[in-house]
Antibody, heavy 116, light 110 residues
Framework: EVQLVESGGGLVKPGGSLRLSCAAS????????MNWVRQAPGKGLEWVSS????????YYADSMQGRFTISRDNAKKSLYLQMNSLRAEDTAVYYC?????????WGQGTLVTVSS | QTVVTQEPSFSVSPGGTVTLTCGLS?????????PSWYQQTPGQAPRTLIH???IRSSGVPDRFSGSILGNKAALTITGAQADDESDYYC??????????FGGGTKLTVL
């Protein structure tokens, strides 16, 4: 069974940093592209970033470019999102999602709250 | 700024058929945009229904179908059930690795 378990969320002050992790199991992690998608409270889904199976290709939404860094460790079957210079509008549930072409398997999400 | 449009809300009677759409502010949606659809109930993670226009994700009942209708992507639910009452999101591939979600449609079954 495919399992994606996010962790690392929490309360952080504006301007602060946080590193999210996603632990994968039940499939060959190194074969799949991976993604982060977020959802602000009461709002819709927003694509954040994607990384290819090898880590060679990385993409970001414009509003995250330069502040967020996606990475992966295939040996540890883990996906990461380093978030710097956090703003109140980054408050959201962050979902880890496996796959490409929209064919996603989703984790349960981790809540990030940016507030003073 | 690319905007992906969805109906904010829709209602359907139990057993009825409903078609939700996903459009672009600046272009017609084609399979090149890999339109995909997700279902989400409050407090839960999204569930993938359809990807690449019309490919049903594993375990999704065949009463959910995807297509291109006119200049939009469409999700059709045939024989709506009470537990289909959810938020539905589409996403489109914009090229260069970038994806944009629509604002979502809140579907009521009553």
């Amino acid at each position: 069974e495919v399992q994606l378990v996010e962790s690392g969320g929490g309360l952080v002050k504006p301007g602060g940093s946080l590193r999210l992790s996603c632990a994968a199991s039940g499939f060959m992690f190194s074969y799949y592209n991976m993604n982060w998608v977020r959802q602000a409270p009461g709002k819709g889904l927003e694509w954040v970033s994607s990384i290819s199976s090898s880590g060679s290709y990385i993409y970001y939404a414009d509003s995250m470019q330069g502040r967020f860094t996606i990475s992966r460790d295939n040996a540890k079957k883990s996906l990461y999102l380093q978030m710097n210079s956090l703003r109140a509008e980054d408050t959201a549930v962050y979902y880890c999602a496996r796959g490409d072409n929209g064919d996603y398997a989703w984790g349960q999400g981790t809540l990030v709250t940016v507030s003073s | 700024q690319t905007v992906v449009t969805q109906e904010p809300s829709f209602s359907v009677s139990p057993g009825g058929t409903v078609t939700l759409t996903c459009g672009l502010s600046s272009d017609s949606v084609s399979p090149n945009y890999y339109p995909s659809w997700y279902q989400q109930t409050p407090g839960q993670a999204p569930r993938t229904l359809i990807h690449s226009t019309n490919i049903r994700s594993s375990g999704v009942p065949d009463r959910f179908s995807g297509s291109i209708l006119g200049n939009k992507a469409a999700l059709t639910i045939t024989g709506a059930q009470a537990d289909d009452e959810s938020d539905y999101y589409c996403v489109l591939y914009m090229g260069g690795g970038s994806w944009v979600f629509g604002g979502g449609t809140k579907l009521t079954v009553l």
